[in-house]
């Protein structure tokens, strides 16, 4: 089962509005990353939150954490009709597995 | 441009046949994680490696496996293959096991038919 669930499924919005994107996990995390990932290629890393963090920026984006909640967030903020992709979340686990688990990710659609 | 190369980047193949997935970590990483991603069952981890030792397994069907070399590049091989495992399949890289951002290649689309 997937760790990390991703909400909304899907979203669509007007070029230069923001775009928020949550993603819920179930278990205790060492960090939390978001990936983009453009129709059929590969993924792109966005930023790394550790479980010490609550709020970091990189740019456009501004990722928070919430481990008392076990939940983040995505914002992208004036969105353009470039950011349309699909947003994933995945989690690292605090013990023993060694690996990020996915959510099934946030369709973005950006409208010019 | 991750860093992660994956060849081929697209294979067809028929039921039954083998297959190896070729791929080629960033520079100074030492973990290669292999993913596989179906339209139903969106991004599945399938197996992950440090510096050539197996560390974590995921869903993985024992018609699979994987290793990976002294050289640091890492070999998943599919044999007896069946439509369902049509699929793209990502390799990722990272610095270490854990606690570190991992880089994804541009993957390997698979068509078995």
């Known amino acids: 089962s997937q760790q990390g669930e991703e909400d909304p499924q899907a979203l669509s919005i007007q070029e230069g509005e923001n775009a928020t994107m949550n993603c819920s996990y179930k278990t205790s995390i060492n960090n939390l990353q978001w990936y983009r990932q453009n129709s059929g290629r590969g993924l792109v890393h966005l930023i790394l939150i550790r479980s010490n963090e609550r709020e970091k920026h990189s740019g456009r984006l501004r990722v928070t954490l919430d481990t008392s909640k076990k939940s983040s967030s995505l914002l992208i903020t004036a969105s353009r009709a470039a950011d349309t992709a699909s947003y994933f979340c995945a989690t690292d686990g605090i013990q023993g597995a060694q690996k990020l688990v996915f959510g099934q990710g946030t369709r973005l659609t950006i409208n010019p | 441009d991750s860093g992660v190369t994956q060849t081929p980047k697209h294979l067809i193949t028929a039921t039954g046949q083998r297959v190896t997935l070729r791929c080629s970590p960033r520079s100074g990483d030492l973990s290669v994680y292999w993913y596989q991603q179906s339209l139903d069952q969106g991004l599945q981890f399938l197996i992950q490696y440090y510096n050539g030792e197996e560390r974590a397994k995921g869903n993985i069907l024992e018609r699979f496996s994987a290793q990976q070399f002294p050289d640091l590049h890492s070999e998943l091989n599919l044999s007896s293959l069946e439509l369902g495992d049509s699929a793209l399949y990502f390799c990722?890289?990272?610095?270490?096991?854990?606690?570190?951002?991992?880089?994804f290649g541009q993957g390997t689309r698979l068509t078995v038919v």
């Open positions: 990722a890289s990272s610095v270490t096991p854990r606690d570190a951002e991992a880089f």
